[in-house]
Every structure is written in structure tokens, then in C-alpha cells.
């Protein structure tokens, strides 16, 4: 019988299968895990996110912690018997604005501290606002910063290797603090670097320059000077935009937008057509 109570809906086990730090020691610790899913019925799309549960008791009485995560992966290849879920882990803290105090986040510490061979609770997979244009023919224009490009991998492994037939123009704009902040966008070796000579395929990796600079003004400074490409496919029928990563991705990207358009209102009219046509979607969390 299920440890946690019914209200959060059916849950399923999944084990460490790996485990892999992608930032210096020098910086915030970003984890790459990789889970396997022991129900053979689980099944999720690209774009989904799965629900972590950290039993209890935790503080406030709370019986156990739910805390989900973008899938950074596209679904299997029908080999093997087990499912394969990454997910992209920064291990967190908090301040506690009256006593100053700094407290772990539960479920980040949770899984950073998880071994190969450990077995956790999931739920979900979870709907997502991100889906994938069913027609090959159409652009993505993808924007993110963190661990908001754990969706956009996803994409990436679908239309370049599952399919491999997709026609359309692809860019992914991500921003961080430093270049080791950017994870699996800033190293030439990574995964995503499989796709940077596929003539559809654009990655700019906008790095701040200042060492106070957040990865959203870094993102805004990346988007400023490619703005031209954005700004074009924009201006297309076929292209869909994904937002991706902290609530200032989306404020950034508007910003830079308006300029193009020559005013707020002008960008917020396209803006408007875009999401009633339904290629707008937005993955944003504090």
C-alpha cells in the first residue's frame, strides 16, 4: 500500500540509475539524474513533468514534500524493459527573510543526495503547457535560462533523433550567469551539441559579462544581439514559441520584443495572435 495519501493520485517507484554533477564545484550544484521507471505502463510525452515525493514527517506537520520536474528527455526507444526519465536537479537553499536562518529545499537536497541504486516515488507523468507542433514544417523558438532547458533537450532528441525529419527552423536562446550555468548549452561536447551543425538547428548561449549579471540579463543581452532572426521568425505563421526557466524569462523576452515591434502595445497585439492561434505556451516557476 502507497505511503501517501490519496489525494495526489497514483504513484510509482523509479530507481537511480545515474547520477552525474554538470557544474563545477566552484558553483551552485546542477545534477543530471537519470531514473528508471519500474512500472512498464508509465508513459509520458516530451514537454511533460513528473512529481517527486519525499516522505516525512517534514516541518509543519507535513506528511510528506511533492515537488515536480520538467522530463529533459524524450521517450524511449522500444528496447529494454525499463523507462528511461531525466530530470535536471539544482540543489536549492532558503533564507528565512525574519531569522536569516538558510535551510535546504526538500526535494533538491533529496534527490542530490540520492545514490545510484536508490529507489524514490513519483507521481504524475503531469500535463504540461508545452507541445510539440504535430506538422515538421513549423519553426521553434525556444527561450530559456536554469534548468528551464530540461524541456527543450527533450524537443531536441525528438525531432533530431527519434524522427530526424524535421523541416522547420529551431532556435533555443538561453541565458545564464556564467558558463557554467548554462549546463548541456555551454560545452561543445554536450548532447545538444549534436544538433548545432543540422542546418535547422540554432543555439545562442548569451553568458553574462558582469559578475553580478543574472541569467536573465544575460539572456536579455543574447536575444539583443540575435534579435534579428528572432524578430524574423516571429513574423511567420508557422513558428512556436516556448518560454522556459524563472518568472523574468518572460518579462525579458517581451522587453526585447516590444523594442522590435516599435511599441508595447504592438508586441502585446502579436503576442495576443499568436497565443489565440495557440503557439505561445509557457513553462514559468518562481
Not at 52 to 76: E, K, M, Q, T
Not at 157 to 172: A, C, F, H, N, T
Not at 238 to 255: C, E, I, P, R, Y
Request: charged share 25%.
Amino acid at each position: 500500500m502507497s505511503q501517501f495519501p490519496s489525494e495526489i493520485g497514483p504513484t510509482t517507484e523509479a530507481v537511480i540509475k545515474a547520477s552525474q554533477r554538470v557544474t563545477s564545484e566552484q558553483t551552485d550544484e546542477v545534477r543530471h539524474i537519470t531514473l528508471e521507471v519500474l512500472d512498464p505502463a508509465f508513459q509520458f510525452v516530451e514537454g511533460q513533468s513528473i512529481g517527486v515525493l519525499v516522505p516525512g514527517p517534514h516541518d509543519f506537520g507535513n506528511a510528506y514534500h511533492l515537488r515536480r520536474y520538467s522530463i529533459a528527455n524524450a521517450r524511449n526507444l522500444p528496447v529494454g524493459s525499463g523507462v528511461q526519465v531525466d530530470i535536471l536537479v539544482r540543489r536549492c537553499f532558503y533564507l528565512d527573510e525574519v531569522s536569516g536562518e538558510r535551510y535546504p529545499g526538500v526535494a533538491s537536497n533529496y534527490l542530490c543526495d540520492a545514490k545510484v541504486g536508490d529507489q524514490i516515488s513519483i507521481n504524475g507523468p503531469h500535463l504540461s503547457p508545452f507541445k510539440m507542433p504535430l506538422d515538421n514544417r513549423a519553426n521553434l523558438l525556444m527561450i530559456g535560462t536554469g534548468t528551464g532547458i530540461a524541456p527543450f533537450r527533450a524537443f531536441a532528441q525528438l525531432i533530431y533523433e527519434r524522427r530526424g525529419d524535421w523541416k522547420g527552423q529551431v532556435r533555443l536562446y538561453y541565458g545564464g550567469h556564467s558558463g557554467l550555468d548554462l549546463m548541456y548549452a555551454n560545452d561543445e561536447t554536450t548532447d545538444l551539441a549534436n544538433y548545432y551543425d543540422d542546418k535547422t538547428f540554432k543555439a545562442f548561449r548569451a553568458l553574462g559579462t558582469r559578475p553580478l549579471e543574472t541569467s536573465s540579463q544575460a539572456l536579455e543581452q543574447g536575444l539583443a544581439h540575435n534579435v534579428a532572426d528572432a524578430w524574423r521568425l516571429i513574423n511567420e505563421s508557422n513558428t512556436h514559441v516556448f518560454l522556459s526557466g524563472l518568472g523574468k524569462v518572460a518579462t525579458v523576452f517581451d522587453k526585447v520584443m516590444a523594442e522590435q515591434a516599435g511599441s508595447e502595445e504592438a508586441w502585446k497585439e502579436i503576442k495576443r495572435k499568436m497565443i489565440e492561434d495557440g503557439r505561445w505556451s509557457e513553462l514559468i516557476y518562481d
